[in-house]
């Protein structure tokens, strides 16, 4: 019923400012991480190459390299083939929900990337789209002819 509780709690909170100590301190790096200075004036927090003192990322020596990998990655994003994955012709929900179920295996299998999952999964959510929206045309097609024969029967 007192305020006296609620006042010790929030004194041990370590998160409180006034219980900082030099052990919460981030900024100087003598913990043995990445040299490397951001943009933002940060420090990076990965871990240094063995007897270097910045990471891959910020490595001078590994600069190329490392522009070289992402060059790539971002060619090879584009056209990486699923080894064993052919979805084939897709003209309804079940072949669908097959090229789902051939994606989802793929995906467990480790044959395909998540990134090409995401694709997979958009693509599939578009192509249902408009297999539902060609399926209600066709029905809708079909309740318009029915109608327009019984109009014609009837006058
Ligand atoms: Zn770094």
Known sequence: MTGESEEIVQKK?????????????????????????MDSGEHCRAAPLRGKR???MHDPDYQEIMDLA???GGKRQI??????????????TDQLRKTLEK??????DGRLHPR???ALASLCNCLLKTLELSDLTER????EDKLRDRGEGGS
Do not use: M, W
């Open 79 to 92: 056209a990486t083939p699923v080894e064993g994955f052919k979805a084939g012709p897709i003209k309804d």
């Open 54 to 56: 910045y990471c891959a």
């Open 70 to 72: 992402r060059s790539r």
């Open 103 to 108: 994606g989802i295996n793929a995906l467990i």
């Open 140 to 143: 809708l097609e079909t309740v």
């Open 13 to 37: 909170n370590p998160r409180d400012p006034a219980a900082t100590g030099p052990d919460n301190n981030i900024t100087p790096r003598s913990d043995g991480l990445c040299a490397h200075i």
């Open 116 to 118: 090409q999952a995401t």
